[in-house]
Structures are given as structure tokens and as C-alpha cells.
């Protein structure tokens, strides 16, 4: 994804984005003591603005998460939220946008800790239309790699050093020729994708893996799980063992930046005729009318800025 922009929120301003620089001696930097949201922006060339999704929801979890590395944001929330507002106007970009929000420890000095650390917030915006291919639907493999645990790094924090594993796992898939890839957790269990959740389709019932299987608490995956049953689409939260992946009608990932994306390979098996399926187009539909303003419900999940 390339990344094209003017400006940053950066200690507690907004500024051309070469001036938002950090020391290389950063504990973040160094220690990976960060945390981050991904958040969408979806432009509305009708009313030419953009309506930023779930907003409240995302600072909400930036808040959450940072109190798991003894973080606090050294601005309110509100403050924030106009910071967010400010920076796409700054920007003006008449495309969907992904922005980048991270509580990051600013203090310079040797050795790992959480308490008595000075914090900062940054935020950056970028044009993204796609991260993958939602139409045609995408291929991924089980990653060798496992999914961090809850006693090691939190996977429900969106902490910055969790993500090597991501990296690891997203390099994995793609040298194999896949575009993503899914994590098993310790146990062997599925969990989820390297920046995505998973659901599978199987006898019409939509079935995600609970939070005890080392997963991110998701808004869209939240968003994914209110629409569907808004569909009459049975929903179940339980665990799923990685040969279910296999025999499953479908197979799709969510996420900020994946939005509602079908599998139709794992691990070079097909999933169905290795197309789309029926629920995941109709939940794709669904969340993209809700994210674009023009579904009748919902309009609280979208926060209007105007360009």
C-alpha cells in the first residue's frame, strides 16, 4: 500500500509530514510499545464528504488498548476525534481514505518498561481503495507461524511488536503464492489472518472463532456479526479446527482495511466452485452500503466530514 499525504497529526498539531519525525531512541522504536487503529474513510462524491466508520467505536478500543501498555492518550478523545476531522479536511482527498492513529512511548532511554513513560499520539491519512480483492475473492494459506497468546502479547491490544508475526506470516503466504495467510493459535485452533478475522460458511451457519482463540476484537468483524443476523443469517461463535477450512461452503476475512473479502482457496484446496459465495456477497453488499451512507440504518455508525 503506498502511503501519499501532506500532513500528520504530530505532538499535538497538525503538521507537514516531514516534520512528524521521532528519535531513533524511542522506546517504541526500539521496544515495539505502540499501539494503532486502522480506521476507514469513505468518500460520498453526492455530498462531497467523507463518513468516517465507527469512529467512537475505534478511539474507544485506542483508549482500551493503551491502558494494557499504561497509556494514556495525552489528548481527550473529543480532541482526537476533531484532530481526525482536521487532518482530512487538510488533506482534502476525494477517494476512501485509511487512517493511521498510533499511541506510541516517546521516552529515550535503555531498557523495556510500561510505567512512568512519556506518550504521544500521531495520525496519518492515506488514499486506499482496496487492500485486496473483494470482487473475485483471494487465496491463503495456514501460516507455520502461530498466533501470539493472551499471556504473551495481547492480540486484542493492536500492539505494534505483535505485528512481527503478521509480517512474518504475510511474507510466508505471499513467497508461497498466496495472497494471505491464516494463523492457527497455540492450541492448533484456527484464529484469524495476519490483519484480518475469519468467518466460514458451513450448512448456511456463519461461524467466526471466539475471542479466546487469540483473535483481535474486530469493529468490522462486530459490524460483520450485527448485519448478518439483520440478514436472518444464523451465526455461531465457537471454536474452529484448521480441517474445517477445508470443507467449508466459504471462507472470508474482515477487516478495516479487508473489509468483507472471500476466500476461494486454502491451502491450494478450492472453497466451493472458487467463486464468491451467496453470504459473502450478500454481507460484502450489506457492509458497503453501510459504509458508503446509503443504507436506511446505521447512519450513527458513520461520522460525516465535510471537504
Known sequence: MEIK???AYF???????????????????????????????????????????????????FWQ???????????????????????LRREAFRSDVYLRPLLYKSTCEIGPRVHDNRCDVSIFATPLDRYVNTEDGITVVVSSWRRVSDAAIPPRGKISGSYVTAALSKSEALLAGADEAVLLS????????????????????????????????????????????????????RTVLRSELYVADEVMLTGTATEVAPVIEVDRRPVGDRT??????????????????????????CTPVSL
Open 5 to 7: 499525504n501532506r500532513y
Open 11 to 61: 505532538e499535538g498539531r497538525i503538521a507537514p509530514i516531514g516534520d512528524a519525525k521521532v528519535s531513533i531512541m524511542t522506546s517504541a522504536l526500539n521496544y515495539g510499545l505502540a499501539v494503532f487503529e486502522g480506521i476507514r474513510a469513505y468518500w460520498d462524491p453526492a455530498q462531497r464528504r467523507l463518513l468516517v466508520f465507527r469512529l467512537d467505536d475505534h478511539l474507544e478500543r
Open 65 to 87: 488498548n493503551g491502558r494494557i501498555l499504561c497509556m494514556e492518550p495525552p489528548a481527550p478523545r473529543h480532541a482526537i476525534a476533531a484532530a481526525i476531522a482536521e487532518l
Open 186 to 237: 497455540e492450541s492448533g485452533t484456527v484464529s484469524e489472518g495476519t490483519v484480518s478475522n475469519l468467518f466460514l460458511v458451513r450448512d448456511g451457519v456463519l461461524i467466526t472463532p471466539p475471542i479466546s482463540a487469540g483473535i483481535l476484537e474486530g469493529i468490522t468483524r462486530r459490524t460483520v456479526l450485527t448485519l448478518a443476523a439483520e440478514l436472518g443469517i444464523e451465526v455461531a461463535e
Open 276 to 301: 464468491p459465495g451467496p453470504i459473502a456477497r450478500r454481507l460484502a453488499k450489506a457492509f458497503d452500503n453501510v459504509t458508503h451512507g446509503r443504507s436506511d440504518g446505521h447512519a450513527d455508525w
